[in-house]
C-alpha cells in the first residue's frame, strides 16, 4: 500500500492506494492527527508516503509519518511523469502540480485542463506532448462571498445555496445568482478559451465547491473529486523507487 497526504487550505486529506493504484480508503477533516492513521500504519503493510502542503502543517504529525514509513515531502524539485515549463517552478503550488499530473494520468498524451473549484480557482494545462504549460487563478467561490460582505457597508455574509435561476428577486438571491452564476460562466469562458488553442481539449474537474457548479456548465467535463490524491499517487510512485 501507498499513503497520500494532502494539507489543503481548507481541509486535509489522507488516502491508501493499492499497488495497482486503486484508492482503498480515505480520511477528511479539518487537521489529520496522529489517531487518525496510527490504525492504518498498524493493520497495513504500506511501503512509502508522500506529503504535500499549501496548508497549516503539523510538524509532530509530519515527524511521526517520517518514522513509521519512508516518507517524500513533495515539492516542484521531485521528478514528475510530465515537463514543467512555468517559468518560476518554485512559486508554483504542490496542488496544481499534482492536479495537472492526475489529469494527465487521466487523458495520457492528450490536451487536458484541470480545474480546481476549492478556496481558489485555478485552472491547469498539460499539453499533448505531456508537458505542464501553467493556468490561472482566482477567487475561490466562498472567498468572492466573504469578499462582497468584507468591502461593502451593507451586504451580508452568504452561504451557498443552489441556485435555479438567474435574475434574484431579493439580496441574498442577488448574490447568490451573481456569485454561483458567475463563476459559471467564467468557468465556461475559460474552457472555450482554452479549447480554441489547444485541439480536443479534455476538461477534469475537482475540489469541494466541483459538484455545486458541474450541472451549471455548458462545456463537457470529468468530474475527478480525487484528482489531486491521484496526482500525488502518481508522484510517490514515480519516486519511491530511489
Not at 103 to 125: K, R, W, Y
Not at 191 to 199: D, G, H, M, P, T
Not at 200 to 228: C, H, W, Y
Request: charged fraction near 15%; glycine fraction near 8%; proline fraction near 5%.
Amino acid at each position: 500500500m501507498y499513503l497520500v497526504i494532502d494539507i489543503g487550505n481548507t481541509n486535509q486529506k489522507a488516502a491508501l492506494f493499492d499497488v495497482a493504484g486503486r484508492l482503498s480508503q480515505i480520511v477528511l477533516k479539518e487537521q489529520l492527527n496522529i489517531e487518525d492513521l496510527a490504525p492504518w500504519m498498524a493493520n497495513h503493510d504500506i511501503r512509502a508516503a508522500i506529503i504535500s502542503s499549501v496548508g497549516r502543517e503539523n510538524p509532530e504529525f509530519s515527524r511521526w509519518l517520517s518514522e513509521q514509513v519512508p516518507t517524500i515531502v513533495f515539492s516542484s524539485a521531485l521528478k514528475l511523469p510530465v515537463g514543467i515549463r512555468y517559468a518560476t517552478p518554485e512559486t508554483l503550488g504542490t496542488d496544481r502540480i499534482a492536479n495537472a499530473v492526475g489529469a494527465n494520468h487521466l487523458f495520457p498524451n492528450e490536451n487536458v485542463l484541470s480545474i480546481q473549484v476549492g478556496s481558489c480557482l485555478v485552472t491547469d494545462l498539460v499539453t499533448a506532448d505531456n508537458q505542464y504549460i501553467g493556468g490561472t487563478i482566482a477567487p475561490g467561490l466562498r472567498m468572492r462571498f466573504r469578499a462582497l460582505e468584507h468591502f461593502t457597508a451593507k451586504l451580508p455574509l452568504i452561504e451557498p445555496k443552489p441556485v435555479d435561476f438567474l435574475a434574484g428577486n431579493s439580496t441574498e438571491q442577488s448574490i447568490l445568482s451573481g456569485v454561483i452564476n458567475g463563476m459559471a460562466s467564467e468557468i465556461d469562458g475559460l474552457i472555450s478559451r482554452y479549447a480554441a488553442q489547444y485541439s480536443n481539449l479534455k476538461v477534469v474537474m475537482t475540489g469541494g465547491d466541483a459538484q455545486r457548479l458541474e450541472g451549471l456548465l455548458k462545456n463537457s467535463i470529468f468530474a475527478a473529486p480525487n484528482l489531486v490524491l491521484s496526482g500525488l499517487y502518481k508522484i510517490l510512485q514515480f519516486n519511491a523507487a530511489e
